[in-house]
Every structure is written in C-alpha cells, then in structure tokens.
C-alpha cells in the first residue's frame, strides 16, 4: 500500500511539476536573451579563467547550463526569439568560422591530423550504418537519426540543425536526440582526456605533444588562445558582410537545384541550404584566400554566435523525459561514439599516429572546432590548437554533405 501511495505521489508530482509555467515567459524576448547572453558570457569567462571550466570546454558548459535552467522551469522550452538563432545566427556561425577554410592551407598545416580526421569520420559512417540496422524497427525515423548523427558526429551541431532541417523532422524526436547527443559527446570528451592520460595508451601510441605538456605545465591556455587582438570596425563589417551575402546567395542557389529535374538524392544534397552554404564559403576561402585572410574577428564572431547556438539548442532538452521514454537514442549515439572512437585508434594505430590527433579527431568529429581546441588547449598541446580548429572546419565543410548522404541511402535500404 505504501509503495503504491509513493508512486501515485511521485507521479501526481512530476504531472505537476510539468504543468509549471516557466518563470521567463515565452514572449518576453528581451528577458530571455538577457540570459542567453549572460549565460555565454558566464561560460566564456569559466573556460578562460578555471581549468576545470577549461576541461569541460565552454561549448558544454552553456548547454548543461541552459538545460539546468529549462528543466528547472526558470526558462521556457520553446519561444519565438530562438528561432532568430535557427533561421539568421547559424548560416551566418557557419561562413564566419570558414573564414580560413582554405583546403590547400588545411591539408597543409593538419598534415597527418587530416588523415586522421577522415578515420574518425569513416568510424562515424560505420556507426551510423551499424546502429542503424541494429535499431531498425525498434526507433521510428532510424535513417533520418542516423543522416542527422552522421552530420553531428562529423562536424558538430551546426551540423546536426542543418540535416535536421533537410529531413524536416520533428520536435518531439529531435530535442530527445540533441540531448542524447550532447550527453553522450559530454561523456566521450572525458574519455578522450582520461585515455590521453592512461599508460596503456602512451606505451602503444607516440605522444609527443603529451610529454611536451608534461615537462612544461601547461594546461590553462584558453585565454592565451583567444586572447585580444587587433581588429576594426570595417573587419567586423566586411565580416558580417561576407557571411550574410553567402548564406544568401547559397538560399538562392539551394532553391534554383529544388526546382531542377535532377534525381531526388542529388536535389536533397545539393538543394540543401547549408550544403550550399559551406560549398561556398570554403571556395571564397580558397580562391580569395589572400584577401580573407586580411579580415580579422571572424573567428571570434562565428565562436560567439556558436556558443549561443549551443546554449540554445540546450533549452528544449527535457533531460528526465529523455531517460524515462527514449534510452534506446542514448544507445543509438552510444555506439554510434565508441565505434568512431575504436576504428579511429585501431587505423591510427596501424598508420603509427599520434595519440593526441587520433583523440583531437575524435573529438573534432563529435563536437566540432571549438571543442577540439578547447581540448587541445585544455591539454597544453598548443602547437595542435589550430590544426585542431582547422580540421574541425574541414568537419562543418563536410558534415552536412555527408550526413544528408547517408540519411538517403539507409532511406533506400530500410
């Protein structure tokens, strides 16, 4: 009997708790950005001041701290005002953070990180197919989770909105998926430190960058990274110029191939927006490389509109919903993680490279550019902050690209 009156309890607590208004109402956006803001600006000042901040990175610290604040109804799940961040902040991120996207300079200066890269995205491909299979018929919309996982766990959640968006799926299965998503990559990233640390690993895999860091002490360099620099009201124009005239320019293109008589499957590639979006910006980075590279503060613009994406993309995640009714997705991006983790070390392992690319990769693969630098800084690897940054763009370039892809073939095949 008492077990029974201590379910009903919980459950007329939880149907309660739910049905709370959130104390910042949907429709007062100037409330809701004030803490949009101060929340970045938090998780920015923690990452360049605390090392344990610096660990975590800032990109994580303003999800769960936005997550925290929606789940204990402080801020609303869902309002207006965050959709200026999915339809302008993001295809503007998105060119800003390719202002140095120059493949030449890319391949150039990764050197074996490239490689490497392109082992943890094949892991990715292998883990999309291989969840995608075993999940089949037991999670609705499996090929569109595995297009939208690729994307993510290639390039990073910018990713993961713009493949979201092509396959036009829904709320309800998509907040459920970033939260596991995010919780999952939260979690890989501190497997990546601890196995950067592990002797079993260090005796199988050269580390050179590890024991540089060993010897020097180095470990809080986020604000040596992001450190003030010289910049002008006409860089921050031209900027915000350049970007806002590509995501134009790649919505007008997207549109004109929807129109045309190709296949479906290149039209939902190469109509996509976002495709088209990276497609030119790494060409205007390439071919006018000389001149963009004059332009200073894209860098920081675009990592300042990305924090923000990611701590609004943390604001509808109901992370005790997601425990309660969809596990099955946490175990989706689960395997879909370890089997890019383990195909990642085993090839690199074979090819004889480093253990601190093979584990930047990885993490560039789930989360992106700033994540990887903030573990390469995190780390005290500075000579592999910016390869790390520049194999995260190649990530975004390729990402959606390949994301897209395999949501359509397993759409063929299941």
Same mark, same amino acid.
């Given at each position: 009997?008492?077990?029974?009156?201590?379910?009903?309890?919980?459950?007329?607590?939880?149907?309660?708790?739910?049905?709370?208004?959130?104390?910042?109402?949907?429709?007062?956006?100037?409330?809701?950005?004030?803490?949009?803001?101060?929340?970045?600006?938090?998780?920015?000042?923690?990452?360049?001041?605390?090392?344990?901040?610096?660990?975590?990175?800032?990109?994580?610290?303003?999800?769960?701290?936005?997550?925290?604040?929606?789940?204990?109804?402080?801020?609303?799940?869902?309002?207006?005002?965050?959709?200026?961040?999915?339809? $302008?902040?993001?295809?503007?991120?998105?060119?800003?953070?390719?202002?140095?996207?120059?493949?030449?300079?890319?391949?150039?200066?990764?050197?074996?990180?490239?490689?490497?890269?392109?082992?943890?995205?094949?892991?990715?491909?292998?883990?999309?197919?291989?969840?995608?299979?075993?999940?089949?018929?037991?999670?609705?919309?499996?090929?569109?989770?595995?297009?939208?996982?690729?994307?993510?766990?290639?390039?990073?959640?910018?990713?993961?909105?713009?493949?979201?968006?092509?396959?036009?799926?829904?709320?309800?299965?998509?907040?459920?998926?970033?939260?596991?998503?995010?919780?999952?990559?939260?979690?890989?990233?501190?497997?990546?430190?601890?196995?950067?640390?592990?002797?079993?690993?260090?005796?199988?895999?050269?580390?050179?960058?590890?024991?540089?860091?060993?010897?020097?002490?180095?470990?809080?360099?986020?604000?040596?990274?992001?450190?003030?620099?010289?910049?002008?009201?006409?860089?921050?124009?031209?900027?915000?110029?350049?970007?806002?005239?590509?995501?134009?320019?790649?919505?007008?293109?997207?549109?004109?191939?929807?129109?045309?008589?190709?296949?479906?499957?290149?039209?939902?590639?190469?109509?996509?927006? $976002?495709?088209?979006?990276?497609?030119?910006?790494?060409?205007?980075?390439?071919?006018?490389?000389?001149?963009?590279?004059?332009?200073?503060?894209?860098?920081?613009?675009?990592?300042?509109?990305?924090?923000?994406?990611?701590?609004?993309?943390?604001?509808?995640?109901?992370?005790?919903?997601?425990?309660?009714?969809?596990?099955?997705?946490?175990?989706?991006?689960?395997?879909?993680?370890?089997?890019?983790?383990?195909?990642?070390?085993?090839?690199?392992?074979?090819?004889?490279?480093?253990?601190?690319?093979?584990?930047?990769?990885?993490?560039?693969?789930?989360?992106?550019?700033?994540?990887?630098?903030?573990?390469?800084?995190?780390?005290?690897?500075?000579?592999?902050?910016?390869?790390?940054?520049?194999?995260?763009?190649?990530? $975004?370039?390729?990402?959606?690209?390949?994301?897209?892809?395999?949501?359509?073939?397993?759409?063929?095949?299941?």
């Amino acid at each position: 009997m008492s077990s029974l009156y201590a379910a009903t309890s919980s459950s007329s607590w939880d149907t309660w708790f739910q049905g709370l208004r959130p104390l910042i109402s949907p429709e007062d956006a100037w409330f809701l950005w004030a803490v949009i803001l101060v929340g970045v600006a938090t998780s920015i000042y923690l990452e360049q001041t605390y090392r344990w901040a610096a660990r975590i990175s800032g990109p994580v610290l303003a999800l769960v701290a936005a997550m925290v604040l929606s789940n204990l109804k402080i801020m609303p799940t869902e309002s207006d005002a965050y959709g200026l961040v999915d339809h $302008y902040l993001v295809p503007l991120a998105i060119p800003l953070l390719l202002f140095r996207a120059n493949i030449f300079r890319i391949v150039k200066t990764t050197g074996s990180m490239f490689a490497a890269f392109h082992l943890a995205a094949l892991g990715t491909i292998l883990g999309a197919f291989g969840a995608a299979f075993l999940f089949h018929g037991r999670i609705e919309s499996v090929p569109e989770i595995a297009g939208i996982m690729t994307g993510s766990y290639t390039g990073g959640a910018v990713n993961f909105f713009a493949i979201k968006e092509s396959f036009a799926v829904s709320e309800d299965l998509t907040n459920p998926l970033l939260v596991a998503d995010n919780v999952i990559m939260a979690g890989m990233f501190a497997i990546c430190l601890v196995i950067s640390n592990l002797k079993f690993f260090r005796h199988h895999f050269p580390h050179p960058h590890s024991l540089d860091a060993d010897q020097e002490g180095n470990q809080l360099l986020a604000a040596k990274h992001w450190k003030a620099k010289e910049i002008s009201l006409l860089d921050i124009t031209a900027s915000f110029a350049i970007a806002i005239v590509i995501a134009a320019l790649s919505n007008a293109a997207a549109g004109i191939v929807q129109k045309m008589h190709w296949s479906p499957f290149l039209v939902a590639i190469f109509g996509n927006q $976002y495709v088209m979006i990276t497609f030119l910006s790494v060409a205007a980075a390439t071919l006018c490389h000389r001149w963009m590279e004059k332009i200073h503060g894209g860098d920081e613009m675009g990592a300042f509109l990305l924090y923000i994406f990611f701590f609004v993309i943390g604001l509808p995640a109901d992370l005790f919903a997601v425990i309660k009714n969809v596990p099955l997705l946490f175990a989706f991006c689960v395997i879909m993680a370890l089997i890019n983790l383990v195909v990642t070390l085993g090839a690199g392992k074979l090819l004889r490279l480093n253990l601190e690319e093979l584990l930047l990769c990885v993490n560039a693969t789930l989360g992106g550019p700033p994540s990887a630098a903030a573990m390469a800084i995190a780390k005290g690897w500075p000579k592999l902050v910016l390869p790390a940054l520049l194999i995260g763009i190649w990530g $975004y370039a390729i990402g959606t690209f390949l994301g897209v892809t395999v949501g359509r073939i397993l759409m063929g095949w299941l």
